[in-house]
Structure formats: C-alpha cells, structure tokens
C-alpha cells in the first residue's frame, strides 16, 4: 500500500459556521421491488420476528444508524397511489406500473408507515399524489393523518384502529412532476404546486413543512420557474440526482460488481458532481431567498447500476460494495458544505433497492458497506458544521463538527493507490478519545453477502498503530485506498 511519505496538515477553525441536520441522513422507501414487501414489512403472521407485521431485525438495524425520517411511499409509486386502498380492514390491490407490473397488495399502508416510524423513532415525509390524485384526495388524507376533532375522515381513522392524530412533519407535494409524475412543463406543475399545497391544512400544532417537486439534475430552469412562481407558499425545492458511471447517461448503467479502475474513477466523478448541482441550484435560490429560508431536499441521490443477474429489472436490486461507502461519504462531505441551505437528503433506498443499507433474502439479513458509512456518519447528526482548512491531498475530503463538547472528524480517502497520512489540527486541546473508526475492503469490489456478512465493516483504530494518535491538539491518521474514517474526540475544559 503506497503511501505519501510527508502528511499533510488540515486544522479545524475555532467556530462553527452551521447547523448540520439529522435529516441529511434521511432514508427513502418505495413500494419498489422488496423494499417494503419482504424487506420492511413481513406481515403480523410471518416466521421471521416482526412487530405488527415490521421485521424485528430491520428495525434494530434501522435504529443503529438513528434513522431521522422516511419518506415515503414513492419516488414515481407516490404518483399512482391512492390511500384509500391502503387503509382499513379490507385492501385494495393496484398494479405497480413503474415497477415490474406486480400486483401491489397495499398491506403496507399509512397505519403500517407511522407503526414503522415510531418502532425507528423517526418523522414522517409522506409523499402526495398531484400526477393522477386529485386535490380532494390529499386534502382527505391531510385530514386523515393531522385531524383530532370529529370529521368525516378523523372518524375513519378512529374506524381503522387510530383514535389520536399522527405527527406529519414533512409532505411532498407530487414527486418527479418533470417525468414518471406527470410530464409537465415547470410553469404548469408551479400552477398546480400553488393549488394543491393550498389544501394541505395544518389542523394540529406540529407543522406541515410543504416540498415542491424540484429539477431533475441540472434543470436550472426548472429551478428557476419554481422559485420565482411559487417560493412564497413552500417551505423546501427537491432535487434528484442519480451516481451513474458513465458520465451519468442512463441507458448507459454499470455492473456495481465487474468494474475495474476506470469505472471507479467515473463512479466518484458523478457523486463529486453534486457539488456543483447544489451549488448552481442553491445560487438561483439565493436569489429569490436570500434569507436561506426554504429548504433544498435532496430526496433522492445514490448510486444507479445495472440489477443483479437473474433478479426482476424493476425491482432495481444491485449489490452494494466499497465503492458505494466512498460514495456516501463523499455526499455527506457535500451535504455538510451547503447545510445552511441543504437540511434533508434521503438516499435511495432503505432495504433491498439501488444503494441500500440493508439486504434481505427470506429470514437472512445483511447490512451493506453503505450502511456502515452511515454509522460512521451518524455522530454528526444535528451537530454544528466547522470549517476545515489547508490544502488537500487529491481523493482525500474531510468534515468536522462539534456537538456535546466533542469534535467529530470524519474523512474519505477517494483514491485506488496511495494512503493518506494526515494531520488535524484541532482549536483545542482533546481529551478522551470517544470513537476512532476506518471502513475499507481488501479490494476495490470488497462486498458483504448472506454467507460473508462481515467482509466490510469497521475497524477501531489504535493509538500507535498504523499512524493513528491523537496528542494534545494533534489527530494523526493514516487514511488506507478507498476508505472511510470517523474519530470522535471530547474537547478538554
């Protein structure tokens, strides 16, 4: 393992700048192959351990990484759901058109959502159907879900089992309106936008914070139409961006297991590339708000590969390798740059889809390279943002944050060669080491599997060894090829 023979110094600055909220670790989870059948939800009668029909051990996993929110229950599904059908003690099956043409049983509702989110201890983001619902439809489910009093709909939750109303922190208002979610040129979906959030009634204490549907990639356009149109009556702009290999052309997707040096550097190329989107977005934003007021959701973001050989093509089921953890970190490391506008993100998606934390197979599950990233990440949650200066090493990005009178460094190493030895320099003296992890792979490909579920997973760090210590105001760390690192250390005084 080469490696740069002189460190390089990067010091932490003496205060914070902003806050980094916990939703920039959100999660995403559609009715999309067995994300949610077979993934999240089981069924209360089924041999695997579940709570109410919620696998046990995706829960426990889950509340490892302290999933904030979920959204849910599409991405293109939320554009063809209708929630009546998942309510209640007889459902209604639909076809699942954007994905595999299966039948979609609708066992896993709204009731099952919010059973869900309180075994995570997590906030909804509950996508609305604007592409083929209608406005009395969302109305009707705002009031089902946030109603206390005596209504046509408070009641028939209270009929289906639910007597008090559920906390709905964040909804989004269509999803995708540009393509799967109605086609619509930006000017219409602003009009449409303007009415349908109208009808999204706050009737409790806990606000309904409205997301506009917003570009895909570099629509700046798109952009543009909806924050001069309808910036006053929403309160975040999504923004979906995919990590496609080849120069991110979508008939174009790789294998995410046969890939070789020029597939990983085009790989880090695109995930590097949402700096730039949020930056060009976030400056057309500023324009209209300048005061930072409405939130950028990056509601979708992950890799996008080529599905498993043998598996349903849409069901979007792809393995999940080191490449994929240096990727996640490299989207932390930008979220964290622009948090004072970028305050949620959620990848794509939970379980068993695209760039997922977990696999499952029947009983078996397996937690993924990402899934770990996130754990490595996770200590930055609601943490405040500190700047980090010098001149880094190419591959190499670092973040900071302090929170709880600690420091948390958390470093991605985007490079297939060389190590990298670095030097932090903190404000203050550290005192007691609380964390000090690296996650990496014996080789690029490096993946966990039902049968070698620990072929990725962290290592503790040890002072002394392989160029780690921490020394008065000094962190050492020696970063190995494509790999992940988090240190946590409490601040002395």
Same mark, same amino acid.
């Given at each position: 393992?080469?490696?740069?023979?002189?460190?390089?110094?990067?010091?932490?600055?003496?205060?914070?700048?902003?806050?980094?909220?916990?939703?920039?670790?959100?999660?995403?989870?559609?009715?999309?192959?067995?994300?949610?059948?077979?993934?999240?939800?089981?069924?209360?009668?089924?041999?695997?351990?579940?709570?109410?029909?919620?696998?046990?051990?995706?829960?426990?996993?889950?509340?490892?990484?302290?999933?904030?929110?979920?959204?849910?229950?599409?991405?293109?599904?939320?554009?063809?759901?209708?929630?009546?059908?998942?309510?209640?003690?007889?459902?209604?099956?639909?076809?699942?058109?954007?994905?595999?043409?299966?039948?979609?049983?609708?066992?896993?509702?709204?009731?099952?959502?919010?059973?869900? #989110?309180?075994?995570?201890?997590?906030?909804?983001?509950?996508?609305?159907?604007?592409?083929?619902?209608?406005?009395?439809?969302?109305?009707?489910?705002?009031?089902?879900?946030?109603?206390?009093?005596?209504?046509?709909?408070?009641?028939?939750?209270?009929?289906?089992?639910?007597?008090?109303?559920?906390? &709905?922190?964040?909804?989004?208002?269509?999803?995708?309106?540009?393509?799967?979610?109605?086609?619509?040129?930006?000017?219409?979906?602003?009009?449409?936008?303007?009415?349908?959030?109208?009808?999204?009634?706050?009737?409790?204490?806990?606000?309904?914070?409205?997301?506009?549907?917003?570009?895909?990639?570099?629509?700046?356009?798109?952009?543009?139409?909806?924050?001069?149109?309808?910036?006053?009556?929403?309160?975040?702009?999504? #923004?979906?961006?995919?990590?496609?290999?080849?120069?991110?052309?979508?008939?174009?997707?790789?294998?995410?297991?046969?890939?070789?040096?020029?597939?990983?550097?085009?790989?880090?190329?695109?995930?590097?590339?949402?700096?730039?989107?949020?930056?060009?977005?976030?400056?057309?934003?500023?324009?209209?708000?300048?005061?930072?007021?409405?939130?950028?959701?990056?509601?979708?973001?992950?890799?996008?590969?080529?599905?498993?050989?043998?598996?349903?093509?849409?069901? &979007?089921?792809?393995?999940?390798?080191?490449?994929?953890?240096?990727?996640?970190?490299?989207?932390?490391?930008?979220?964290?740059?622009?948090?004072?506008?970028?305050?949620?993100?959620?990848?794509?998606?939970?379980?068993?889809?695209?760039?997922?934390? #977990?696999?499952?197979?029947?009983?078996?599950?397996?937690?993924?390279?990402? *899934?770990?990233? *996130?754990?490595?990440?996770?200590?930055?949650?609601?943490?405040?943002?500190?700047?980090?200066?010098?001149? *880094?090493?190419?591959?190499?990005?670092?973040?900071?944050?302090?929170?709880?009178?600690?420091?948390?460094?958390? *470093?991605?190493?985007?490079?297939?060669?060389?190590?990298?030895? &670095?030097?932090?320099?903190?404000?203050?003296?550290?005192?007691?080491?609380?964390?000090?992890?690296?996650?990496?792979?014996?080789?690029?490909?490096?993946?966990?599997?039902?049968?070698?579920?620990?072929?990725?997973?962290?290592?503790?760090?040890?002072?002394?060894?392989?160029?780690?210590?921490?020394?008065?105001?000094?962190?050492?760390?020696? &970063?190995?090829?494509?790999?992940?690192?988090?240190?946590?250390?409490?601040?002395?005084?």
């Amino acid at each position: 393992m080469p490696t740069s023979s002189t460190p390089t110094t990067l010091v932490l600055a003496d205060a914070p700048t902003h806050h980094l909220d916990r939703r920039l670790q959100g999660q995403f989870a559609e009715h999309l192959g067995h994300c949610i059948d077979g993934g999240i939800w089981v069924g209360p009668d089924s041999s695997i351990a579940n709570k109410n029909g919620i696998r046990s051990d995706v829960v426990a996993a889950l509340r490892e990484i302290k999933v904030p929110l979920v959204r849910w229950p599409g991405g293109c599904f939320a554009d063809e759901y209708h929630w009546l059908k998942g309510v209640g003690p007889e459902r209604q099956p639909m076809v699942n058109t954007h994905w595999g043409m299966v039948s979609e049983p609708n066992d896993f509702g709204t009731h099952e959502y919010f059973d869900l #989110l309180h075994q995570l201890d997590a906030e909804a983001y509950v996508n609305g159907n604007v592409g083929s619902g209608s406005v009395q439809e969302m109305s009707d489910w705002i009031e089902y879900m946030t109603l206390e009093s005596t209504s046509p709909m408070a009641e028939l939750r209270r009929a289906h089992g639910r007597e008090q109303p559920w906390k &709905l922190e964040f909804f989004g208002v269509g999803n995708e309106s540009w393509g799967c979610g109605g086609t619509m040129r930006p000017e219409h979906y602003a009009d449409l936008y303007r009415q349908y959030q109208t009808f999204v009634r706050q009737y409790s204490d806990t606000p309904i914070s409205k997301i506009a549907c917003g570009a895909n990639v570099d629509d700046y356009r798109w952009t543009e139409v909806l924050m001069a149109n309808a910036a006053r009556q929403m309160d975040g702009l999504s #923004l979906h961006h995919y990590t496609i290999p080849n120069e991110g052309i979508w008939e174009k997707k790789a294998s995410a297991l046969d890939f070789d040096a020029d597939g990983w550097r085009a790989t880090m190329v695109q995930a590097w590339r949402m700096d730039e989107l949020i930056t060009r977005h976030g400056q057309i934003m500023d324009r209209h708000d300048p005061g930072k007021r409405v939130n950028l959701v990056v509601d979708e973001w992950g890799t996008w590969y080529q599905v498993e050989p043998g598996t349903n093509p849409g069901f &979007l089921f792809q393995q999940n390798t080191v490449r994929d953890a240096v990727v996640a970190a490299i989207h932390f490391v930008i979220f964290h740059k622009h948090a004072a506008r970028v305050r949620m993100a959620n990848i794509a998606q939970m379980v068993n889809v695209l760039q997922a934390m #977990l696999l499952t197979d029947g009983p078996r599950m397996v937690k993924t390279p990402t *899934f770990h990233t *996130f754990s490595l990440f996770s200590d930055h949650q609601d943490a405040e943002f500190v700047p980090v200066g010098g001149q *880094f090493p190419d591959d190499v990005d670092v973040t900071a944050s302090v929170k709880d009178g600690a420091h948390t460094i958390s *470093f991605v190493n985007a490079g297939l060669d060389e190590a990298a030895p &670095l030097v932090i320099e903190l404000p203050v003296e550290a005192g007691e080491l609380l964390r000090a992890q690296v996650l990496t792979g014996a080789t690029m490909q490096s993946h966990n599997t039902f049968d070698h579920s620990d072929e990725v997973a962290p290592v503790d760090l040890e002072s002394g060894r392989d160029g780690f210590s921490v020394e008065g105001r000094r962190v050492s760390i020696t &970063l190995p090829p494509h790999s992940v690192a988090t240190v946590r250390v409490q601040v002395r005084g």
